[in-house]
């Protein structure tokens, strides 16, 4: 009887170390099928929504689908090697990395979504007003875009992988996208979206004017040229604000001449030859809204973070109603991760970041500094990411910014720089 009963406890004893082993067995199977994030194609099968149609194909790619794809567990079926359904906790998959975690040998079909953009959100709507009006609420569920209002606009906000890209001036992808030409003329970036469905645009690569890159805010600088108070050199009294907005004329004191270049008179952008697309009251001057500019006078140091620079800017008693303006401090910082571009480390990352196509220069803001040292100055941003102030007489880069209409509407694209947003 001794000897059953040890027979017994030894049999025990195999079984256990054998279930161990099966186990930390296929433990290790699993680890092998997700090392360095490639794909055993003996153990997953995979659909993906590439374009964001709803219609599920088959994945031939060698790592995860990407950050802009999202594990669709309602479609996901994952089995063991007796074919009976696994639970789909086993699974998980986030930053381009999918985890199985599982004590058995498992067989996994995948299907992955895609992160609505947000001409997927919008592009069955009648126009852009429309859709904010009906999906606003949900807004939150796009790719990059601020789940909740952040200065007045759900906004972009990330790296330089936001896919935010957006022609304007044809209606052609092919047109806007073909050569470098092309992307300086036609290719913006949004901001973000109002309430009421108007897309804030800034223009991806800087104004150019034969040859010129940078322009003067106004060719006064001191004091006394600007009066005591700096109001004769704000904002809509400014020669840039007047080159932008195609008001300079003969008539127009702000800017008399027709000079060209960077301390010229001409029009720079509205009104400008090699902007022919707004010129003559054109269908696409059309689409642009008459915005209200705030402006006015900050002596505090301009680095915040986002909300704290959108709280001085807005409440400026100041405004101008035009078609194009600058961005403000606050649009600047809002479009950093987190809406903070921090000590800088992270400049050359941001998608709004001018200084990846022209680091050699600061880029002029909306938002006046004041009178410091009897000169008047203006914030700008640097290469460094954050804000200082120029004086209005130095040269700096500019790219417009202005509202198109809450009646634009946006066709079905994923936002990318291959495949940008086209205006219909």
Same mark, same amino acid.
């Given at each position: 009887m001794k000897k059953i009963i040890i027979g017994v406890l030894v049999l025990i004893e195999v079984f256990s170390l054998y279930m161990m082993y099966q186990i930390n067995n296929n433990k290790f199977l699993n680890e092998v099928n997700i090392k360095d994030n490639k794909i055993n194609k003996n153990t997953f099968a995979i659909y993906w929504d590439e374009n964001g149609t709803g219609k599920y194909t088959e994945y031939t790619g060698s790592s995860w689908p990407g950050e802009r794809f999202v594990l669709d567990l309602n479609n996901t079926k994952c089995m063991n090697e007796k074919g009976e359904k696994l639970n789909n906790n086993i699974l998980s998959y986030s930053d381009n990395s999918l985890t199985l975690t599982s004590n058995y040998t498992a067989y996994c079909?995948?299907?992955?979504? %895609? !992160?609505? /953009?947000?001409? #997927?959100?919008?592009s069955e709507e009648v126009n852009m007003g429309t859709c904010m009006n009906n999906k606003k609420e949900t807004i939150g569920s796009l790719d990059n875009i601020t789940s909740t209002l952040v200065g007045g606009m759900y906004r972009y906000q990330g790296t330089d992988n936001v896919n935010n890209w957006i022609c304007f001036g044809t209606l052609t992808k092919e047109e806007c996208t073909k050569d470098d030409n092309s992307i300086d003329?036609?290719?913006? %970036?949004? !901001?973000?979206?109002?309430?009421?469905?108007?897309?804030?645009?800034?223009?991806? #690569?800087?104004i150019k004017e034969c040859g010129s890159k940078a322009f003067k805010w106004e060719n006064k600088y001191t004091e006394n040229d600007c009066g005591k108070d700096g109001s004769l050199c704000t904002w809509p009294l400014s020669k840039l604000y007047n080159r932008l907005n195609g008001l300079c004329k003969s008539d127009n004191l702000n800017c008399t001449g027709t000079k060209s270049g960077f301390d010229g008179d001409t029009n720079i952008f509205i009104g400008n030859s090699y902007y022919e697309y707004l010129n003559n009251n054109s269908e696409w001057l059309k689409k642009i809204s008459d915005h209200d500019w705030k402006y006015g006078d900050t002596t505090s140091n301009g680095n915040y973070n986002g909300d704290t620079i959108y709280s001085i800017e807005n409440a400026f008693?100041?405004?101008? #109603?035009a078609k194009i303006g600058l961005q403000y401090i606050h649009d600047y910082y809002y479009a950093y991760p987190n809406g903070n571009p921090g000590d800088g480390n992270t400049a050359t990352n941001a998608w709004i970041y001018y200084g990846k196509n022209e680091r050699s220069y600061t880029e002029w803001m909306i938002s006046?500094?004041? !009178?410091?040292?009897? #000169?008047?100055?203006?914030?700008?941003?640097?290469?460094?990411?954050?804000?200082?102030? /120029?004086? !209005?007489?130095?040269?700096?880069?500019? %790219?417009?910014?202005?509202?198109?209409?809450?009646?634009v509407k946006i066709n079905n694209a994923s936002g990318t720089k291959d495949d940008p947003y086209i205006i219909s």
């Open positions: 079909t995948l299907y992955f979504e %895609r !992160i609505p /953009s947000l001409g #997927t959100f919008c003329k036609y290719m913006y %970036r949004i !901001i973000g979206v109002t309430p009421e469905g108007e897309l804030a645009l800034i223009k991806e #690569t800087v008693k100041d405004n101008v #109603t006046k500094y004041g !009178i410091s040292y009897g #000169t008047v100055r203006v914030w700008h941003a640097e290469s460094s990411s954050v804000s200082y102030s /120029s004086q !209005i007489n130095n040269n700096n880069v500019v %790219r417009p910014v202005f509202y198109l209409t809450s009646s």
